[in-house]
């Protein structure tokens, strides 16, 4: 299978990714120093949303509800908006692999096959999701050790705008708007936080709507 990819700045410390820590506050001795090991000197927003935000994924955020736990997140979504869109579409190419299934609308997974090692690393070190969680997405072929992706086609369409982001130490809390492409309908505004390892892999740890 082609897909098996280095996930090297994906990597995460797992030390400091653990949800339950609490990141020191921003301008404290503390912060500045985790700070500093883990962003640039200088951070842009269009840095911020070419490295995090795009990333999810653009459809994710429209589509995916409120979550501040992995198990929280829908595999099938996170698999097609998350792990494929971003990659593919988005990046206005297709996957090299073969196909797998008869069609979108078929009774049995349909999609470009991906390794369940690259699919599942993908989900647990970008989430904190489990292989379990992982392997209850409709697209997973345990027969086969892949998942077949491909999204089906969504009526609505997506997409974002960063409105501001701040760091707390290894964290960053990033608030965006969201629209319809269509037509520029507004659809709210999330804040989606993410904690950064020194090897400058991440792991989003929440995505919440917001007021404002």
């Known amino acids: 299978m082609r897909h098996l990819r280095a996930m090297g700045g994906v990597l995460l410390a797992a030390a400091l990714l653990l949800a339950g820590c609490e990141p020191p506050p921003s301008g404290t001795p503390e912060g500045e120093a985790l700070r500093a090991k883990v962003f640039p000197e200088k951070v842009s927003a269009e840095w911020v949303e070419a490295t995090y935000l795009a990333p999810y994924g653009r459809m994710l955020c429209g589509l995916q509800g409120d979550w501040t736990s992995p198990e929280q997140l829908e595999a099938d979504e996170v698999l097609a908006w998350s792990f494929y869109y971003p990659q593919y579409p988005d990046a206005g190419r297709e996957p090299e692999g073969e196909k797998y299934g008869e069609g979108l609308y078929g009774q049995e997974p349909y999609g470009y096959l991906f390794s369940q ?3 599942e690393a993908y989900t647990a070190q970008r989430f904190g999701m489990t292989a379990e969680q992982t392997r209850a997405a ?3 072929l345990p027969a086969r050790g892949a998942y077949a992706i491909l999204p ?3 009526t609505e369409q997506y997409v974002t705008a960063l409105d501001r982001f701040d760091i707390r130490g290894d964290t960053i809390d990033i608030e965006f708007s969201i629209f319809k492409s269509q037509d520029g309908t507004p659809q709210g505004k999330k804040r989606l936080t993410a904690r950064v390892a020194e090897d ?3 792991r989003y740890l929440s ?3 917001i007021g404002g």
Do not use: I, L, R, T
């Open 117 to 119: 090692e690259e699919v």
């Open 207 to 209: 995505c919440v709507e």
């Open 152 to 154: 089906y086609d969504k």
């Open 138 to 140: 409709f697209s997973y």
């Open 200 to 202: 400058g892999g991440f």
